[in-house]
Structure formats: structure tokens, C-alpha cells
């Protein structure tokens, strides 16, 4: 089933007790929700909600108001007049960033009806993360069916993703919920998140909302960091794996008052050994070592609410021959912060004229939020004699307001600010030697929802202007409508646009000794994406069996074309002239046929075409097919769980080898991966062992011409396939939760 | 074949961490009991499903968030009912007995 961050509260109220008025708070996914605000209308003495999302506080004479506010989540009035009849209510919230549907609905026992998001949206939680070794965001996709990942080349250990068959730049990337991992980062920062440092991953396909900007065009994923005020007080997790790589994780946060808490995330790791397994004379994987340490603020004012977040991180990165005959290593260093303030503003008039079958009355109210975010990215970069060095400063601001008005109208409009500085040197003698681009990019947009019974519509527009590639406007569309109460259907249009950063995204290729060649006049690329998506749920001998069927087709206007194929010993650059697209089927069946084991199976087929130096040809490296299952076993009292993932990955195309005397064949065949994890828990530790890659299927000689890393031939950018063998790995997990009171 | 007789060796240890499941049940001082807790949220089941589970002789559980009711099986031998009420009133919760179930080994 598809969650996403809506917030629902449940309260529940008894007159017993004194008469005080109390409940809980809680989100979509049934998480506590501390911190939330809650008073009654009018007045501004209220209480806080305490880590179990509970609050208690008086009555007050002829007020049957209750405000409840909280900077991630849009303030809510709720009538409790008529609930003092009833036990237990359920109110479903949209959050104060991103937008979502609003609903409001009676929870009947037994049955919690809650609503989807109108985006096609998958989260991954904690529950899901830990099922595979998930060192860091790279390796968090292991068990997911949508999103492929796989190095770019035999060489850096740079991981890309692929969404839709596409690759992971036409994906925005968003850290709590603001753009990240952009321009300079792109190659290297799947890496940059460790895996015990989030706390949830949503990834949504197709365009997503525009509030966020113009960026995606194949889809969003967001992480979520842990926070300081739901996050254990301590957390500890230590790996390691037959590889030589060890890591050290750990996380402290702590409550300073009722309304100010704060955390600090550590990371280390490290691959002390040398690895080549095939013997071909270079590392398997490179070698990195990597530092990462952050600090982030959390404080509730009730009607203001401020998150801050700085984070520092290096990374050294060696890799090439064994012999240091021919070397890669690339240095990082980034640094980043964000400010998020969210000022609620709650409609305190009185008119609440409920209907008998609503006990609940949501009334207008409205927030204000404003994103500063700031970024410094240095990386310095060998491979072999080829020397790359970057420098990129980013800067970005972003005010959104949103108002609901009832609960069928929403309004979200705002105006954003992104400055882009990049600097990039190379030393090759085919290219000028510097790469200087100054963006400044203020744009504004406005987007309206509109929710009623089964059916959420949502439009949005926004308008940029691009310094240097001048003004542009990204429509968006979305609906989503229930034909039945157990089939839902989702249909999304919309546009993306993004600028190239030839030698950030490609600088893998440097890997190779094929010659670089630049279009000066690249512009911006943009494609319109469409979407449609079946999900139902099917009752199957006593159990929910849910399927899934969707299509998404990228339809690209202008794209940036990498041409491998007209000259093997070189690599072009150029803008699209003719078709480019992506078609991308999925189905994914979800079941849990025994207590404790949960089944997934998918399959997906892609058809990626474009057009390269005049003919519309399958895009080279990219799987046709993708099959996925994955079982789960947990023991009922939940000490032991089993997880296990299987992949089918489809063969594909290779660039064109040279005719007169081939060096790599001219297609990639299929290969199967297996992953497996057992995991024993205790009440405050646990520990997990398994293996990647069970079988141990490699590619064969990776590199081409791997004898002479200095001659014309020598490529190691064409990887289709695990660089690596079997891995096994051992982690320990301990948490110190400040909610036990044992 | 090597991926195959991987993908055997996977499901049979699946089928097998079910089955030894399954074979408890032919316990006989195993005793199941309804109680009713004073819990409302999910974070409060959580609590209560991380911490009684690993409560000595608790052999099974489930918790009814929506009935406000946790059914455990436990092993008599090893501890009872005021023991586990005892728990519950560690954790922070109310708790007393709905009903009890005759022992599942004298069900066949």
C-alpha cells in the first residue's frame, strides 16, 4: 500500500477523568507525533504533545475548539462538540510542505479508511531500509522494483539510479524535501547519505508537484533525515563486510525543553583492503573513505515552527591498478545547510456549521513556509593523467504559502530563488581547459487541489526565468479517482526541465580514453512525462492481495544525447535532433499469504529510444526488462526475520563496438542477483548477517584493454554488471529509546 | 543450476522457520489469554509488542489496537497472568484479564 506523509490525528476524548480533555496525535503511518501544539481556539495557553503524540488539558466553557499546530504538518481546528458522544475520531491532515490531499473521515472500528495521495508515491520507512545492508542511499533500493541501480563504471564505484529506464539525473533529488545532490554531486552522491541516517524514502514517479521547482521529469525521490524530536536518544549501528569496508554510525538526540530538541548524526567508514578478485590488475572497487557529521535544531512555538540543519562531509575516493601504474582518486568536499521556518496561521472564527453525518469540521487555516538551503561542493578528481577539479556554490530560497479553504479547496502558491555557481577545470588537450556558468534562476508558481468523495484533482503552473537559458513555464496535472472502493485510478501530465552539467554527470567517462567532444550551443533539456496507474486490492482466501499495473511515457522536447556509437574511441555530446523517449511498463503484486511472511513480486519492461546521429536507436546500457521478488519471514514475536530479494535484470544494448576489430560484444545478456539477510532482535539491539550477490555473477573483463590504460582502446565505462562477487556482511544495531520506561 | 539450487536452499529455510513455528504449538503448558490494555496509539502497541515479547515464557502475541486487547500465549511453566499484568503496568499501561483459553495442547 502506498503511504505518504499525511498526517492523520486521532484523537480520542473522555469525559471521565476530572473531565479533561485528551488524546493522540499521529501521522498516516501510525507514528506518534510529538511536539504538535494543541489549544483551544482563541486562546494561546496550550499543551504540547509528548512523545507518544499525547495530550491532555482542560476544558474550557462554551469552546468546543481544539487547535492543533506543528511545523511539518499544516495546523487543523477541530470541533469536539460532538465528538464527547463518540470514543474516538480520525482526522486526515495534509502536510505544510508538500502538498497532499486533505480528507476527513469517521473511523469505524475495525476499519481505518484512509486516502492515497493523488502522486504515484512509495515510501520506503525504517522497517523496509533494514532489510538489506543499506550502507548508504545508493544501496537503499535493493528491495525496491521501481528504481534500478548500478555503477557507472568499473573504475570510481559511482553508483546511478534509473528511474523509468532513465537516468537518475532526469530524477529530482530531494533531502527533506529540498532539492540536493544537483550539478557537481550528481555522480558521486547517491554515496553521500548513509543508510542509518534516514529515516524514510519517498519516491514518486512522473512529474511531481511544483512547488519543489522544475527539475523532475522522470520522477522525485526524497529522503527524510531522522529527527531530533521523534528519534531515539541514542542510536548505534556497526558494519562490516568481506569487502574490507567498516563503518560506524551513531546518533544522539536530545530534548532541551518542551519545545526545542536537537541531534547530531556521525558517520564513518572506511575500505582498507585491495580488492581484485578477476585479476585483471585493478581494484574491483575503489577504495573510499568517508567522514560525515551533521547537527539539526527543532523548535515549536505552536504558531511558529524552525528547522535547521548543517552538515559537513569528505570523502577520498582511490581506485585504478593495484600497482598505482594507473590511478583514480577523487577527492570531495561539501558542505550544506538548511533553514526551514513554518508560521501556522489558524482561522479562529466561529462559523462551524457541521452536518449531522461530520462530526468533524475542518475550518480554513493556512501556513507560511520559507526554505533558505546553501550548499559548497569541491571535488578534485585524477584519472590517470586526466585531472578534473569542480567548485560548485548553490543557494536557494523558496517561500510557499498554502491555504485551504473548507475541505475541497486547497491553494498553494509561492516564489522561489536558486543561484548555481560552477567552476570546472579539466586538462585534457581535445577541450578547452575551463568551464565557468553562472545560473540565477527566480521563479514563481501557484498550484490549486480540488478533493471531493472519491475524486482529487490537482493543476499547477509555475514560470522561471533562467539567466542563461531564459524563461520557461512547467505545466503539471494530476488526478487521482476511486472507481470502486478497492480500485484506484492515478493520471498525471506534466513538464521538467533541467540544465546540463555535461562533465559532473559524465565524468565516469573520464574512465575511458575516448575522446570528449562538447556542442557549445547546449540548451536546456525538458520532456513532458505522462503517467497512469491501476491499484487495487483484492480480498484472496482471507488475505489482501494488492496489484499494481502503471505506464509512464517520457516524451523528450530537447535532451542532451551522449553519442557512444559513431566513433567507438570517442564520445560526443550534442542537443536532440529527432525522437526521444521512454516507455515504462510495470505490474507489482503485493501479498502476505502466510502470518509473517509478506511476498512482492514485479516485472517491468522498458523501451528507451533516441535518436543518435540521425537514427532512433535503443538507448545503450539500459535494461529491457527488470524482474523483482522478495519475501520477508517474521517470526511472530518478531525476534527473528528473514529477508530475501531476487533480481532479473534483462540484457540490453552496448554502445557500437568498432567494426574492423571488436573489443566487447554488442549486447549485454541478462543476469540474475540475489540478496538474502537474517536479522535476530533483542529488545534494545540487534544483530544482522547475509550475503549480496549470492551466486556470485560478475561481468567479465569490465575494462577494455585493461593492459594499456594509456592507449586509445582503453575503456572501462562500459558496465553493465556487478564489478564485485559474493559479499557477505555483519552489522549490529543498538538504540537506547528515551520512550521505555523499564 | 547454481542459481536454482540457491533459490531451493532460500525457500526451504523460509519453509522451515515456519513450520518450527508451527511445531510449538504442540506444547503443552502453553496457555493463551486475552487482556484488556489501556493503550490508543500505534506507537503504544509498538512499545507493547517490543517489550512483552521478550517478557520470559511469552510465546505468542497479538495486539488489537482497535479493541484495545492483547491475546498472549505463554508458557505456564514460566510465568502467568499478574506477572504479565505486572509488565504491562511497567510499560506505562492498565491492564486486566478478558478471557482465558483452555490450553492448546488439550485442543486435539
Known amino acids: 500500500m502506498k503511504k505518504q506523509l499525511i498526517l492523520i490525528l486521532c484523537i480520542s476524548i473522555t469525559t471521565q477523568l476530572l473531565s479533561q480533555v485528551h488524546g493522540y496525535v499521529k501521522d498516516k503511518l501510525n507514528e506518534a507525533i510529538p511536539g504538535v501544539y494543541v489549544r483551544w481556539a482563541g486562546n494561546n495557553d496550550g499543551v504540547v504533545t509528548n512523545a507518544d503524540g499525547h495530550f491532555q488539558l482542560n476544558p474550557e466553557q462554551g469552546n468546543n475548539l481544539l487547535v492543533f499546530s506543528n511545523v511539518a504538518y499544516n495546523s487543523d481546528t477541530v470541533d469536539v462538540s460532538k465528538s464527547k458522544q463518540t470514543n474516538q475520531l480520525e482526522i486526515t491532515l495534509d502536510d505544510a510542505i508538500q502538498l497532499k490531499e486533505v480528507t476527513v473521515t469517521q473511523q469505524r472500528l475495525g476499519k481505518i479508511k484512509s486516502r492515497t495521495a493523488v502522486f504515484n508515491v512509495e515510501t520506503l520507512n525504517t522497517h523496509e531500509l533494514r532489510k538489506a545492508a543499506c550502507c548508504n542511499l545508493s544501496e537503499s533500493f535493493e528491495t525496491n522494483a521501481s528504481v534500478d541501480v548500478s555503477y557507472s563504471d568499473a573504475a570510481t564505484g559511482a553508483k546511478q539510479i534509473k528511474l523509468l529506464g532513465l537516468s537518475g539525473t532526469y530524477v529530482q533529488m530531494l533531502t527533506e524535501n529540498i532539492p540536493n545532490l544537483r550539478g557537481l554531486s550528481s555522480a558521486y552522491g547517491m554515496g553521500y547519505i548513509p543508510g542509518p541516517w534516514m529515516e524514510s524514502i519517498q519516491i514518486s514517479k512522473g512529474t511531481a508537484s511544483v512547488k519543489n521547482g522544475y527539475e523532475a521529469i522522470a520522477g522525485q525521490i526524497n529522503v527524510e533525515y531522522k529527527k531530533p524530536q521523534t528519534s531515539d536518544k541514542v542510536s548505534l549501528n556497526l558494519f562490516t563486510n568481506s569487502t574490507g569496508r567498516v563503518e560506524t554510525n551513531a546518533d544522539v538526540a536530545v530534548k532541551l525543553s518542551e519545545k526545542t530538541a536537537t541531534s547530531v548524526l556521525m558517520h564513518a567508514s572506511d575500505e582498507f583492503m585491495t580488492l581484485d578478485d578477476n585479476r585483471d590488475g585493478y581494484m574491483d572497487l575503489p577504495k573510499v573513505k568517508q567522514y560525515n557529521l551533521a547537527n539539526r535544531w527543532f523548535y515549536n512555538s505552536g504558531g511558529y515552527i524552525l528547522q535547521a540543519f548543517v552538515r559537513g562531509l569528505s570523502e577520498k575516493r582511490t581506485g585504478g591498478r593495484t600497482d598505482d601504474s594507473y590511478k583514480i582518486g577523487v577527492n570531495t568536499e561539501r558542505y550544506e545547510f538548511f533553514v526551514k521556518n513554518g508560521f501556522l496561521f489558524g482561522d479562529n472564527d466561529q462559523h462551524h456549521n457541521h452536518s449531522e453525518n461530520e462530526p468533524v469540521e475542518k475550518h480554513n487555516q493556512s501556513s507560511l513556509g520559507i526554505i533558505f538551503n546553501g550548499t559548497i561542493h569541491n571535488q578534485d578528481a585524477r584519472y590517470g593523467l586526466k585531472q578534473y577539479d569542480g567548485h560548485q556554490s548553490n543557494l536557494y530560497a523558496n517561500l510557499i504559502y498554502d491555504a485551504s479553504i473548507g475541505t475541497q479547496h486547497k491553494i498553494s502558491t509561492g516564489a522561489s530563488f536558486n543561484m548555481d555557481v560552477i567552476n570546472e577545470n579539466l586538462n585534457l588537450n581535445s577541450l578547452p581547459g575551463e568551464f565557468n556558468r553562472t545560473e540565477y534562476i527566480p521563479g514563481i508558481f501557484g498550484e490549486y487541489t480540488f478533493t471531493k468523495d472519491a475524486l482529487t484533482a490537482m493543476a499547477g503552473l509555475r514560470v522561471d526565468n533562467n539567466s542563461v537559458y531564459g524563461t520557461f513555464i512547467t505545466p503539471r496535472f494530476h488526478v487521482r479517482y476511486n472507481i470502486l472502493d478497492h480500485v484506484h485510478l492515478r493520471a498525471s501530465a506534466g513538464k521538467g526541465y533541467r540544465s546540463p552539467n555535461v562533465l559532473a554527470e559524465n565524468n565516469y567517462l573520464l574512465a575511458s580514453n575516448r575522446s570528449l567532444h562538447i556542442a557549445g550551443d547546449l540548451k536546456m533539456e525538458n520532456a513532458w512525462n505522462y503517467g497512469f496507474t491501476v491499484h487495487g486490492f483484492f480480498p484472496l482466501f482471507g488475505k489482501e492481495l494488492s496489484l499494481m499495473g502503471e505506464w509512464f511515457y517520457t516524451d523528450f522536447n530537447n535532451q542532451v544525447v551522449a553519442d557512444m556509437d559513431t566513433n567507438p574511441h570517442a564520445v560526443s555530446f550534442s542537443n536532440l535532433r529527432g525522437k526521444s523517449y521512454s516507455s515504462s511498463f510495470q505490474i507489482e503484486a503485493n501479498i502476505e499469504p502466510v502470518r509473517g511472511l509478506t511476498a512482492t513480486f514485479a516485472h517491468r519492461i522498458n523501451d528507451v529510444k533516441t535518436t543518435i546521429n540521425g537514427n532512433l536507436r535503443e538507448k545503450p546500457l539500459t535494461n529491457r526488462s527488470k524482474s523483482l521478488a522478495s519475501l520477508s519471514y517474521q517470526t511472530p514475536l518478531r525476534k527473528w526475520q528473514f529477508d530475501f530479494t531476487t533480481q532479473f535484470n534483462g540484457g540490453g544494448r552496448l554502445p557500437d563496438p568498432d567494426p574492423a576489430h571488436p573489443l566487447w560484444e554488442r549486447e549485454f545478456k541478462p543476469f540474475t542477483i540475489m540478496n538474502a539477510q537474517v536479522t535476530k532482535n533483542f529488545k534494545t539491539w540487534s544483530v544482522y548477517g547475509g550475503a549480496e550477490n549470492i551466486t556470485g555473477f560478475v561481468q567479465q573483463n569490465p575494462i577494455i584493454d585493461v593492459q594499456n590504460p594509456f592507449g586509445t582502446d582503453f575503456d572501462a565505462s562500459m558496465v553493465w554488471g556487478p564489478m564485485h562477487g559474493r559479499t557477505l556482511y555483519v552489522g549490529f544495531r543498538w538504540a537506547l529509546t528515551g520512550k521505555d520506561k523499564l | ?108
Open chain 2, 1 to 108: 543450476m547454481k542459481t536454482k539450487y540457491v533459490l531451493t536452499t532460500i525457500l526451504m529455510v523460509f519453509a522451515l522457520s515456519i513450520n518450527l513455528q508451527a511445531q510449538t504449538k504442540k506444547d503443552q503448558s502453553k496457555k493463551t489469554v486475552m487482556f484488556n490494555v489501556s493503550m490508543h496509539c500505534e506507537s503504544c502497541q509498538r512499545k507493547i509488542e517490543k517489550n512483552i515479547a521478550y517478557e520470559k515464557g511469552v510465546k505468542d502475541m497479538a495486539v488489537k489496537l482497535e479493541d484495545k486487547t492483547v491475546t498472549i500465549k505463554f508458557d505456564t511453566l514460566k510465568t502467568n497472568e499478574s506477572k504479565l499484568i505486572k509488565a504491562f503496568n511497567d510499560l506505562g499501561y492498565e491492564a486486566n484479564v478478558v478471557k482465558t483459553e483452555t490450553p492448546v495442547g488439550n485442543r486435539k
